[in-house]
């Protein structure tokens, strides 16, 4: 009778909900390439200003225009490039309502050149660098006399201002320390037609590569290896056997193993992918992705980078700075020099809260105190001659686990079974752990669905130490310290330092994100700093067809 129910018949109905199961994701590939055509998105990327010094902040406001209104994107990815196309610094920032705005310290160990700041989706990545979006970037490092070595001359774009879209300054002329109001002015005939409007307040020469624009070849969008990211951040790869093979119809897990515990299984796709949404969560997790237990020999994960890898050739400038961009730096640098001394940053890292040690299973139906019971010589004792809702079984010499329960779906797949929250398929490797390195056994018999597959209940093992008690982790298994969500704080002061503080700041005024009426003034203020040269105020919006509007109002900052 057992051979009957839990023996061949039960893989016959595992196998059968696999094939389902990859008969579901099949269709849900052949249907989102079927919607490649009507799926677009493209990122519009504004940042304060474009000359910065080594280990300055950049702060960066970028807005998204998708053609699918149901399926918009959570996710931004940004990233500064060196002219090799190298990462220099990434980050993966939240959108909300097609919308984010962040800022990306500068690494301070650059030389002097040209740098590139770039944006985009992962939806994006299917279409290649071409269609993301650029920034070019001048950084200079006073403290060393390296510079990047280039082979072409850039030459600056100018930008004709737009009819219809002003800034009003009431003066030209502004001493330090002085407060400074302006008005934006939106024509009537703009009403309704305007995304967004950026402003920054800052020295005239720091936006000499504002306006400048990348042009690479577009390329074929032939293979679509990236979703969209309308749940949040994901994790993606592929199944290979260790002839590099892609397999397809077995199924991966992924455990986040620090915080918050949780787990997730997938079945691959007949190219031997699989895609991971992960939980809502800031900074790094470190993640365990195996693939499962199986008689066919080994297999490989290849995880795709989260960041684009894509070759793309950029230009090599040489640096050279003008007149102007010189007497600027030599302000800029005394101001950092002057910040360091009257605002040290501070020393003390962030800490993530510690969080108490919640299953992604919730309360568990039963749980088994190993120490409450005379100590057994070998596990499956503790299954199968205690009063426990599993049982150890064996069929055609292979021993396996059934949850106990009343719900019939319970004789018909298997059981999910964890040691510490990762998934370990393989019976004989459970069975061999010594119980003296178990704290607890946590069982929930009643049937559970996790991804694309449902479970036969869970039996899930806790140790002691948390170490999963020396047990042969799956040959398949990776540990990755993966990015989450960027949560970077920079706020760029409008008002001026305490009147016996040096006031250092380089960027005097920056609103991401502003809302424009149409035919209506806005009025803003900030205080002008202690640096007296030649700024503007600049403001940029961005038309709901993607058009970009552009208006300046430059005054002086002196005596």
């Not at 280990?55 to 990233?79: C, N």
Request: aromatic share 10%; proline share 5%.
């Amino acid at each position: 009778m057992l051979n009957r129910i839990f023996g061949p018949d039960n893989q016959m109905k595992t196998l059968k909900t696999n094939i389902f199961a990859l008969f579901v994701i099949a269709a849900m590939s052949m249907q989102l390439k079927a919607q490649v055509v009507h799926a677009t998105e493209k990122v519009l990327l504004s940042c304060d200003r474009t000359l910065f010094l080594a280990g300055e902040t950049i702060a960066f406001e970028a807005g998204v225009q998708a053609s699918r209104h149901d399926a918009l994107p959570r996710v931004l990815y940004v990233e500064l490039l060196d002219a090799s196309a190298k990462q220099l610094k990434g980050q993966k920032i939240r959108l909300d309502k097609l919308h984010a705005e962040g800022s990306l310290p500068i690494p301070a160990d650059l030389v002097s050149g040209y740098y590139f700041l770039r944006a985009y989706t992962r939806w994006m990545r299917n279409s290649g660098p071409s269609t993301y979006a650029w920034k070019l970037l001048k950084i200079v490092n006073p403290r060393s006399s390296n510079v990047w070595e280039g082979t072409s001359d850039f030459t600056a774009k100018d930008v004709a201002t737009t009819t219809g879209f002003n800034i009003l300054l009431a003066d030209s002329l502004f001493s330090p320390r002085s407060k400074v109001e302006f008005q934006m002015l939106t024509a009537q005939d703009l009403a309704g037609s305007i995304a967004g409007v950026s402003l920054s307040v800052v020295p005239e020469a720091a936006l000499g590569t504002d306006f400048w624009q990348l042009d690479l070849p577009a390329a074929k969008a032939d293979s679509f290896y990236f979703y969209p990211e309308t749940r949040g951040i994901s994790l993606s790869g592929t199944l290979t056997d260790s002839l590099g093979m892609a397999v397809g119809s077995e199924q991966v897990y992924l455990t986040v193993v620090d915080q918050d515990r949780n787990f997730m299984s997938r079945i691959t796709d007949s190219k031997g992918r699989f895609h991971f949404v992960l939980p809502d969560a800031d900074g790094s997790r470190e993640l365990f992705v195996c693939a499962g237990h199986t008689l066919h020999g080994d297999r490989k994960l290849l995880i795709d980078n989260d960041f684009c890898k894509a070759p793309v050739q950029l230009p090599s400038y040489r640096f050279q700075l003008s007149p102007e961009e010189e007497t600027l730096v030599l302000q800029m640098h005394n101001n950092k020099v002057l910040q360091q001394k009257f605002f040290p940053a501070d020393s003390l890292k962030k800490v993530l809260p510690e969080q108490s040690f919640t299953p992604f299973y919730g309360t568990p139906t039963h749980v088994l105190k190993l120490d409450d019971y005379v100590q057994l010589p070998v596990l499956e004792e503790y299954f199968n001659e205690l009063p426990s809702m599993v049982k150890v079984r064996k069929a055609d010499g292979k021993r396996f686990f059934r949850v106990i329960g009343t719900n019939a779906a319970m004789a018909v797949f298997k059981p999910l079974v964890l040691v510490d929250l990762v998934a370990i398929d393989d019976p004989e490797k459970v069975l061999s752990m010594s119980p003296k390195q178990l704290d607890r056994i946590e069982v929930v018999n009643v049937p559970y669905t996790k991804g694309d597959i449902t479970y036969g209940g869970i039996v899930s093992l806790i140790t002691k130490k948390g170490d999963f008690g020396a047990i042969d982790l799956p040959s398949s298994g990776l540990f990755l310290t993966y990015g989450f969500y960027d949560t970077t704080a920079y706020n760029i002061a409008q008002q001026a330092a305490a009147v016996f503080m040096p006031d250092v700041r380089n960027t005097l005024g920056w609103w991401p994100a502003t809302a424009a009426d149409s035919g209506l003034s806005k009025k803003f203020s900030f205080y002008a700093g202690d640096t007296q040269t030649h700024y503007v105020v600049a403001a940029k919006a961005v038309l709901n067809d993607g058009t970009m509007l552009f208006a300046f109002k430059r005054f002086k900052v002196g005596k």
